[in-house]
């Protein structure tokens, strides 16, 4: 069960296609938008309500915008997910009594416990970020770097505390519905933490290490990659491109909305060819456009098959999509535009396969030019991403959820 955009949904799909590959029957319970992806991994599909497209191309979502990072825009979000969160409650009600375990992605795991606790269902987080509370790094969500050991941990419970409150009006109706006692909203978090509820974390120890003071069932497993197919392969325009000229460089933002996509798709065609590049333009929800000989946009495509073609890539660090450019071995570029991106850019310059970070906000023709002109000019930066790809590529973040859905389910 997950909600959110396209990069908080495909890694489910790798991590089913694994659970049912070793015998479990898999069901995917999110927007109804997604199905598409569910029936390529062989995955049932339960639908939830909400287009989270059009959610951020509302009103209400294009007011992220005026938001810098941080605690103000963590506001802005916790508004429009407590907006939202009582309409998907009935479909994950009504796929949980269909189901004998439930694994919870982070954006329903308050609503989803208190509904597996209600039902007497087993159940497990299965997380695309670090949320637990720890004293090494500050709340990936408030994109702030690092305060220092009490206050990030201070910090984290807040944090964790802000996304409870997100189901505040939901959790207390499912409980009385199923018969639970009334529970206050901080008491609820703290009783998942005293029961010691088991979350996995579907990114590499190698990117982010389990941090120390976590408690006991709080574990890192590695990458789960999106399904693309087995016999997936690059659409012919985008081969012929590749094969025309030099690796170019893929620019995307994923799910991404921006104010202004003309004006930045200018500046971004206009910083590859001052640093004498070609580059892969992906539409993304942001709606980015090139033309020219020397560019080509593209829409929808597997990660795993353009990346390791490209001389590097520039892209939001959403959490999959950083997965992606890891896992391809090639050098990034991040510009982060809000929530946890700023977390994951900052990690990749730390582990040596990116120059620097540039927020979108703060993106001048000038800045991204001359970190294209490193990323792809500087072979340290190569060498450091091949190294590391290879590394995450051997990793198997399947098994160890296998593992503890024997525990949870015997």
């Known amino acids: 069960m997950t909600a ?73 979000v916790i508004a429009l997910a407590r907006s939202l969160t009582g309409r998907m409650t009935e479909g994950l009600l009504e796929a949980a009594r269909e ?16 509904i597996a606790e209600g039902l007497r269902l087993p159940s497990l987080g299965v997380y695309l970020q670090p949320l637990a509370p720890t004293r090494e790094f500050a709340p990936p969500v408030l994109a702030t770097g690092s305060w220092g050991g009490a206050v990030n941990r201070a910090a984290g419970y807040g944090v964790n505390l802000a996304v409870e409150h997100v189901f ?12 639970l006692p009334a529970l206050r909203t901080a008491a609820a978090l703290r009783a998942r933490e005293r029961q010691g509820w088991p979350v996995l974390h579907g990114f590499s120890p190698l990117v982010v290490p389990r941090p120390h003071d976590w408690r006991p069932g709080l574990d890192v497993t590695g990458y789960w990659w ?3 197919g087995e016999a997936a392969e690059l659409p012919s325009q985008v081969r012929e491109f590749l094969e025309r000229g030099p690796a170019p460089v893929f620019v995307g933002l994923g799910s991404a ?12 065609v206009r ?14 929800w942001g709606g980015l456009e090139a033309d020219g000989d020397d560019m080509l946009t593209i829409g929808e495509m597997p990660h795993s098959l353009l990346f390791p073609r490209m001389a590097a890539v520039v892209h939001h660090c959403g959490a999959g999509t950083t997965a992606a450019g890891l896992r391809a071995g090639v050098p990034a570029v991040p510009v982060p535009v809000q929530f946890d991106e700023a977390f994951w850019a900052a990690r990749l310059v730390r582990l040596g396969v990116a120059p620097q970070v540039l927020p979108l906000r703060r993106l001048t023709v000038d800045s991204l030019a001359a970190a294209l002109v490193r990323a792809t000019r500087d072979a340290v930066f190569r060498e450091r991403a091949q190294a590391l790809g290879a590394r995450v590529r051997a990793e198997d973040g399947v098994s160890p959820v296998r593992e503890a859905l024997g525990r949870v389910g015997s």
């Open 99 to 114: 189901s004998d375990v439930l694994l919870l992605g982070g954006a329903v795991g308050p609503v989803g416990h208190a």
């Open 257 to 268: 909305t921006v104010p202004d996509p003309r004006r930045l798709s200018a500046m971004v």
């Open 168 to 179: 505040a009006t939901t959790v207390p109706g499912v409980r009385e519905r199923l018969g």
């Open 226 to 228: 999106p399904y693309e």
């Open 4 to 76: 959110g955009s396209r990069g908080d949904v495909a890694p489910y799909t790798g991590l089913g296609h694994g659970l049912m590959r070793g015998g479990h029957e898999v069901t995917l319970v999110t927007h109804e938008c997604f199905a598409p992806l569910a029936a390529r991994a062989g995955l049932g599909f339960r639908p939830l309500p909400v287009d989270p497209r059009a959610e951020l191309e509302s009103a209400r979502g294009r007011g992220l915008h005026r938001s810098a990072t941080g605690v103000g825009k963590l506001v802005r």
């Open 271 to 284: 910083a590859l060819r001052r640093a004498g590049l070609r580059g892969v333009i992906q539409r993304g």
